[in-house]
């Protein structure tokens, strides 16, 4: 793992557009439904424990939350929606808001789409990938919670998740993912490192002492 990861600190967080930061550098945003397992994957590939809020409340993140990662690179953990206890009102100013982001924010560069690998492709699920599509914005379908399933029933799921994606966008991408057993990191950290333009060798090479 690159230590830009552990380096990841809060910056901000935003209702609405207008209020997200300064539309520069680049970014990947991080959806999924309530309960997908969002804010665990985050936590996860930054090797950090609470650095995205977790909560037994699903959907009670009502803002875009963004990451710093330095000077020119975010995470962004998006508003969970499904099961939330929220006025349908809401539901919709999220929506609107999630659409909003996804086609119009200049440095957003990826969206990790988080789902529980026991019931992937929800409605919200195939929303997103219509947004996705629509801002020619590569998706990384990440399914979460694969230590719940046998081996064989993960490569189903994987198989039949990458046959929507790939159709919806050929640049889309699946992948499998436990935060417990730290399954996929490595995966997502590789995904994550093109898109935010992260050199691997070169970042993480030690400097060598002069004489």
């Known amino acids: 793992m690159h230590p ?10 935003a209702a609405r557009l207008e209020q997200c930061p300064v539309d520069q550098g680049r970014e990947v945003a ?8 969002k804010s665990s994957v985050i936590n ?20 875009m939350v963004f990451f710093q990662l330095d000077d020119s690179r975010r995470l ?3 508003p969970g929606y499904g099961y939330a206890k929220v006025p349908e009102a809401l539901k919709r100013d999220w929506q609107t808001q999630m659409s909003a982001y996804l086609e119009q924010r200049r440095s957003l560069v990826g969206l990790v789409l988080v789902m529980d690998i026991r019931h992937p492709l929800t409605e919200f699920d195939q929303h997103m990938l219509r947004w996705g599509g ?19 029933a993960v490569r189903t799921a994987e198989r039949m998740v990458e046959r929507v994606v790939t159709a919806e966008q050929e640049a889309n ?21 093109r ?12 400097p060598q002492p002069t004489a």
């Not at 609470?50 to 803002?63: D, N, V």
């Open 4 to 13: 830009i990861y552990q380096g990841a600190r809060f910056l901000t967080a």
């Open 30 to 37: 991080f959806s999924g439904r309530s309960n997908a397992g």
């Open 44 to 63: 996860t590939i930054c090797h950090q424990n609470a650095l995205a809020r977790t909560s037994k409340t699903p959907g009670r993140t009502q803002q």
């Open 76 to 78: 962004v953990d998006l």
């Open 134 to 152: 629509r801002a020619n914005l590569p998706i990384l379908a990440l399914l979460t919670k694969a230590d719940k399933l046998k081996s064989g």
């Open 173 to 193: 991408q699946v992948a499998t993912f436990s935060s417990l057993r730290r399954h996929g990191v490595g995966v997502v950290h590789h995904i994550l490192d």
């Open 195 to 206: 898109w935010l333009e992260i050199d691997p060798v070169a970042e993480r090479s030690t």
